[in-house]
């Protein structure tokens, strides 16, 4: 294995993401929302902490990120287009860019839709995706600055990585997603296998996740819309389910 992943449950239901460049021995925390349970966790793990890498700008996946900086001397990287609204960044990166953990190359993917510069990191050598508030396990993020042709496109472009890559995404919301993708495709049989085996996790307090694209591909019902108006209705729908 060339990249080593491990969730790391945080606050309510965020997932923040440890990731070791196993080559190099290189890490990160993608998404380091609070110092204490990060550092135990990094800890646990060796102790080294190289980089703390940023999604989006939302006080959940970026709060302890200064603090952590600070007192790890980790440096930090993120949106250039978001740096106004960002911990301070040592590495600004752009949608498009290549960045190395170590002998691992994640591309900077722009995922526009939760918030205009939100982005993702995909791993091709490690098979990894951290998505974060873009596509969830049988769900996708709500719309909170972009529209929904940004997020159709966002999603489609992350629904066209290879199907091994695993999604490791921001939160766990992966119960409630089930019950309205169930209610939007009740005879889906990959969805149902997925809703039992999501439930034996939960009650068992582990994570869903990650799942993977080829998962998503036959469970997640916002990689079966149409089109951006689909889209935008299956999104509406989950909005007001309850
Ligand atoms: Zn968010
Ligand atoms: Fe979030």
Redesign the pocket.
Known sequence: MTLTVKPIAILDD?YAWFLRDEATGVTAVMDAAVVGPIEDFVKAEGGRLDWLLITHH?G??IAGIAELAARTGAKVAGNAQDAARLPKLDVAVKPGDVFALGASEAQIIDTPGHTHGHISWYFPSGETLLC??TLFAAGC?RLLEGTPAEMFASLQKLAALPEATKVCC??EYTLSNIRYALSVEPDNAALQAFAERAKALRAEGKPTVPTTIGLEQAINPFLHARDVKHFAELRLGKDNFR
């Open positions: 965020n939302h959940d996946h974060a508030d993020g921001g939160h």
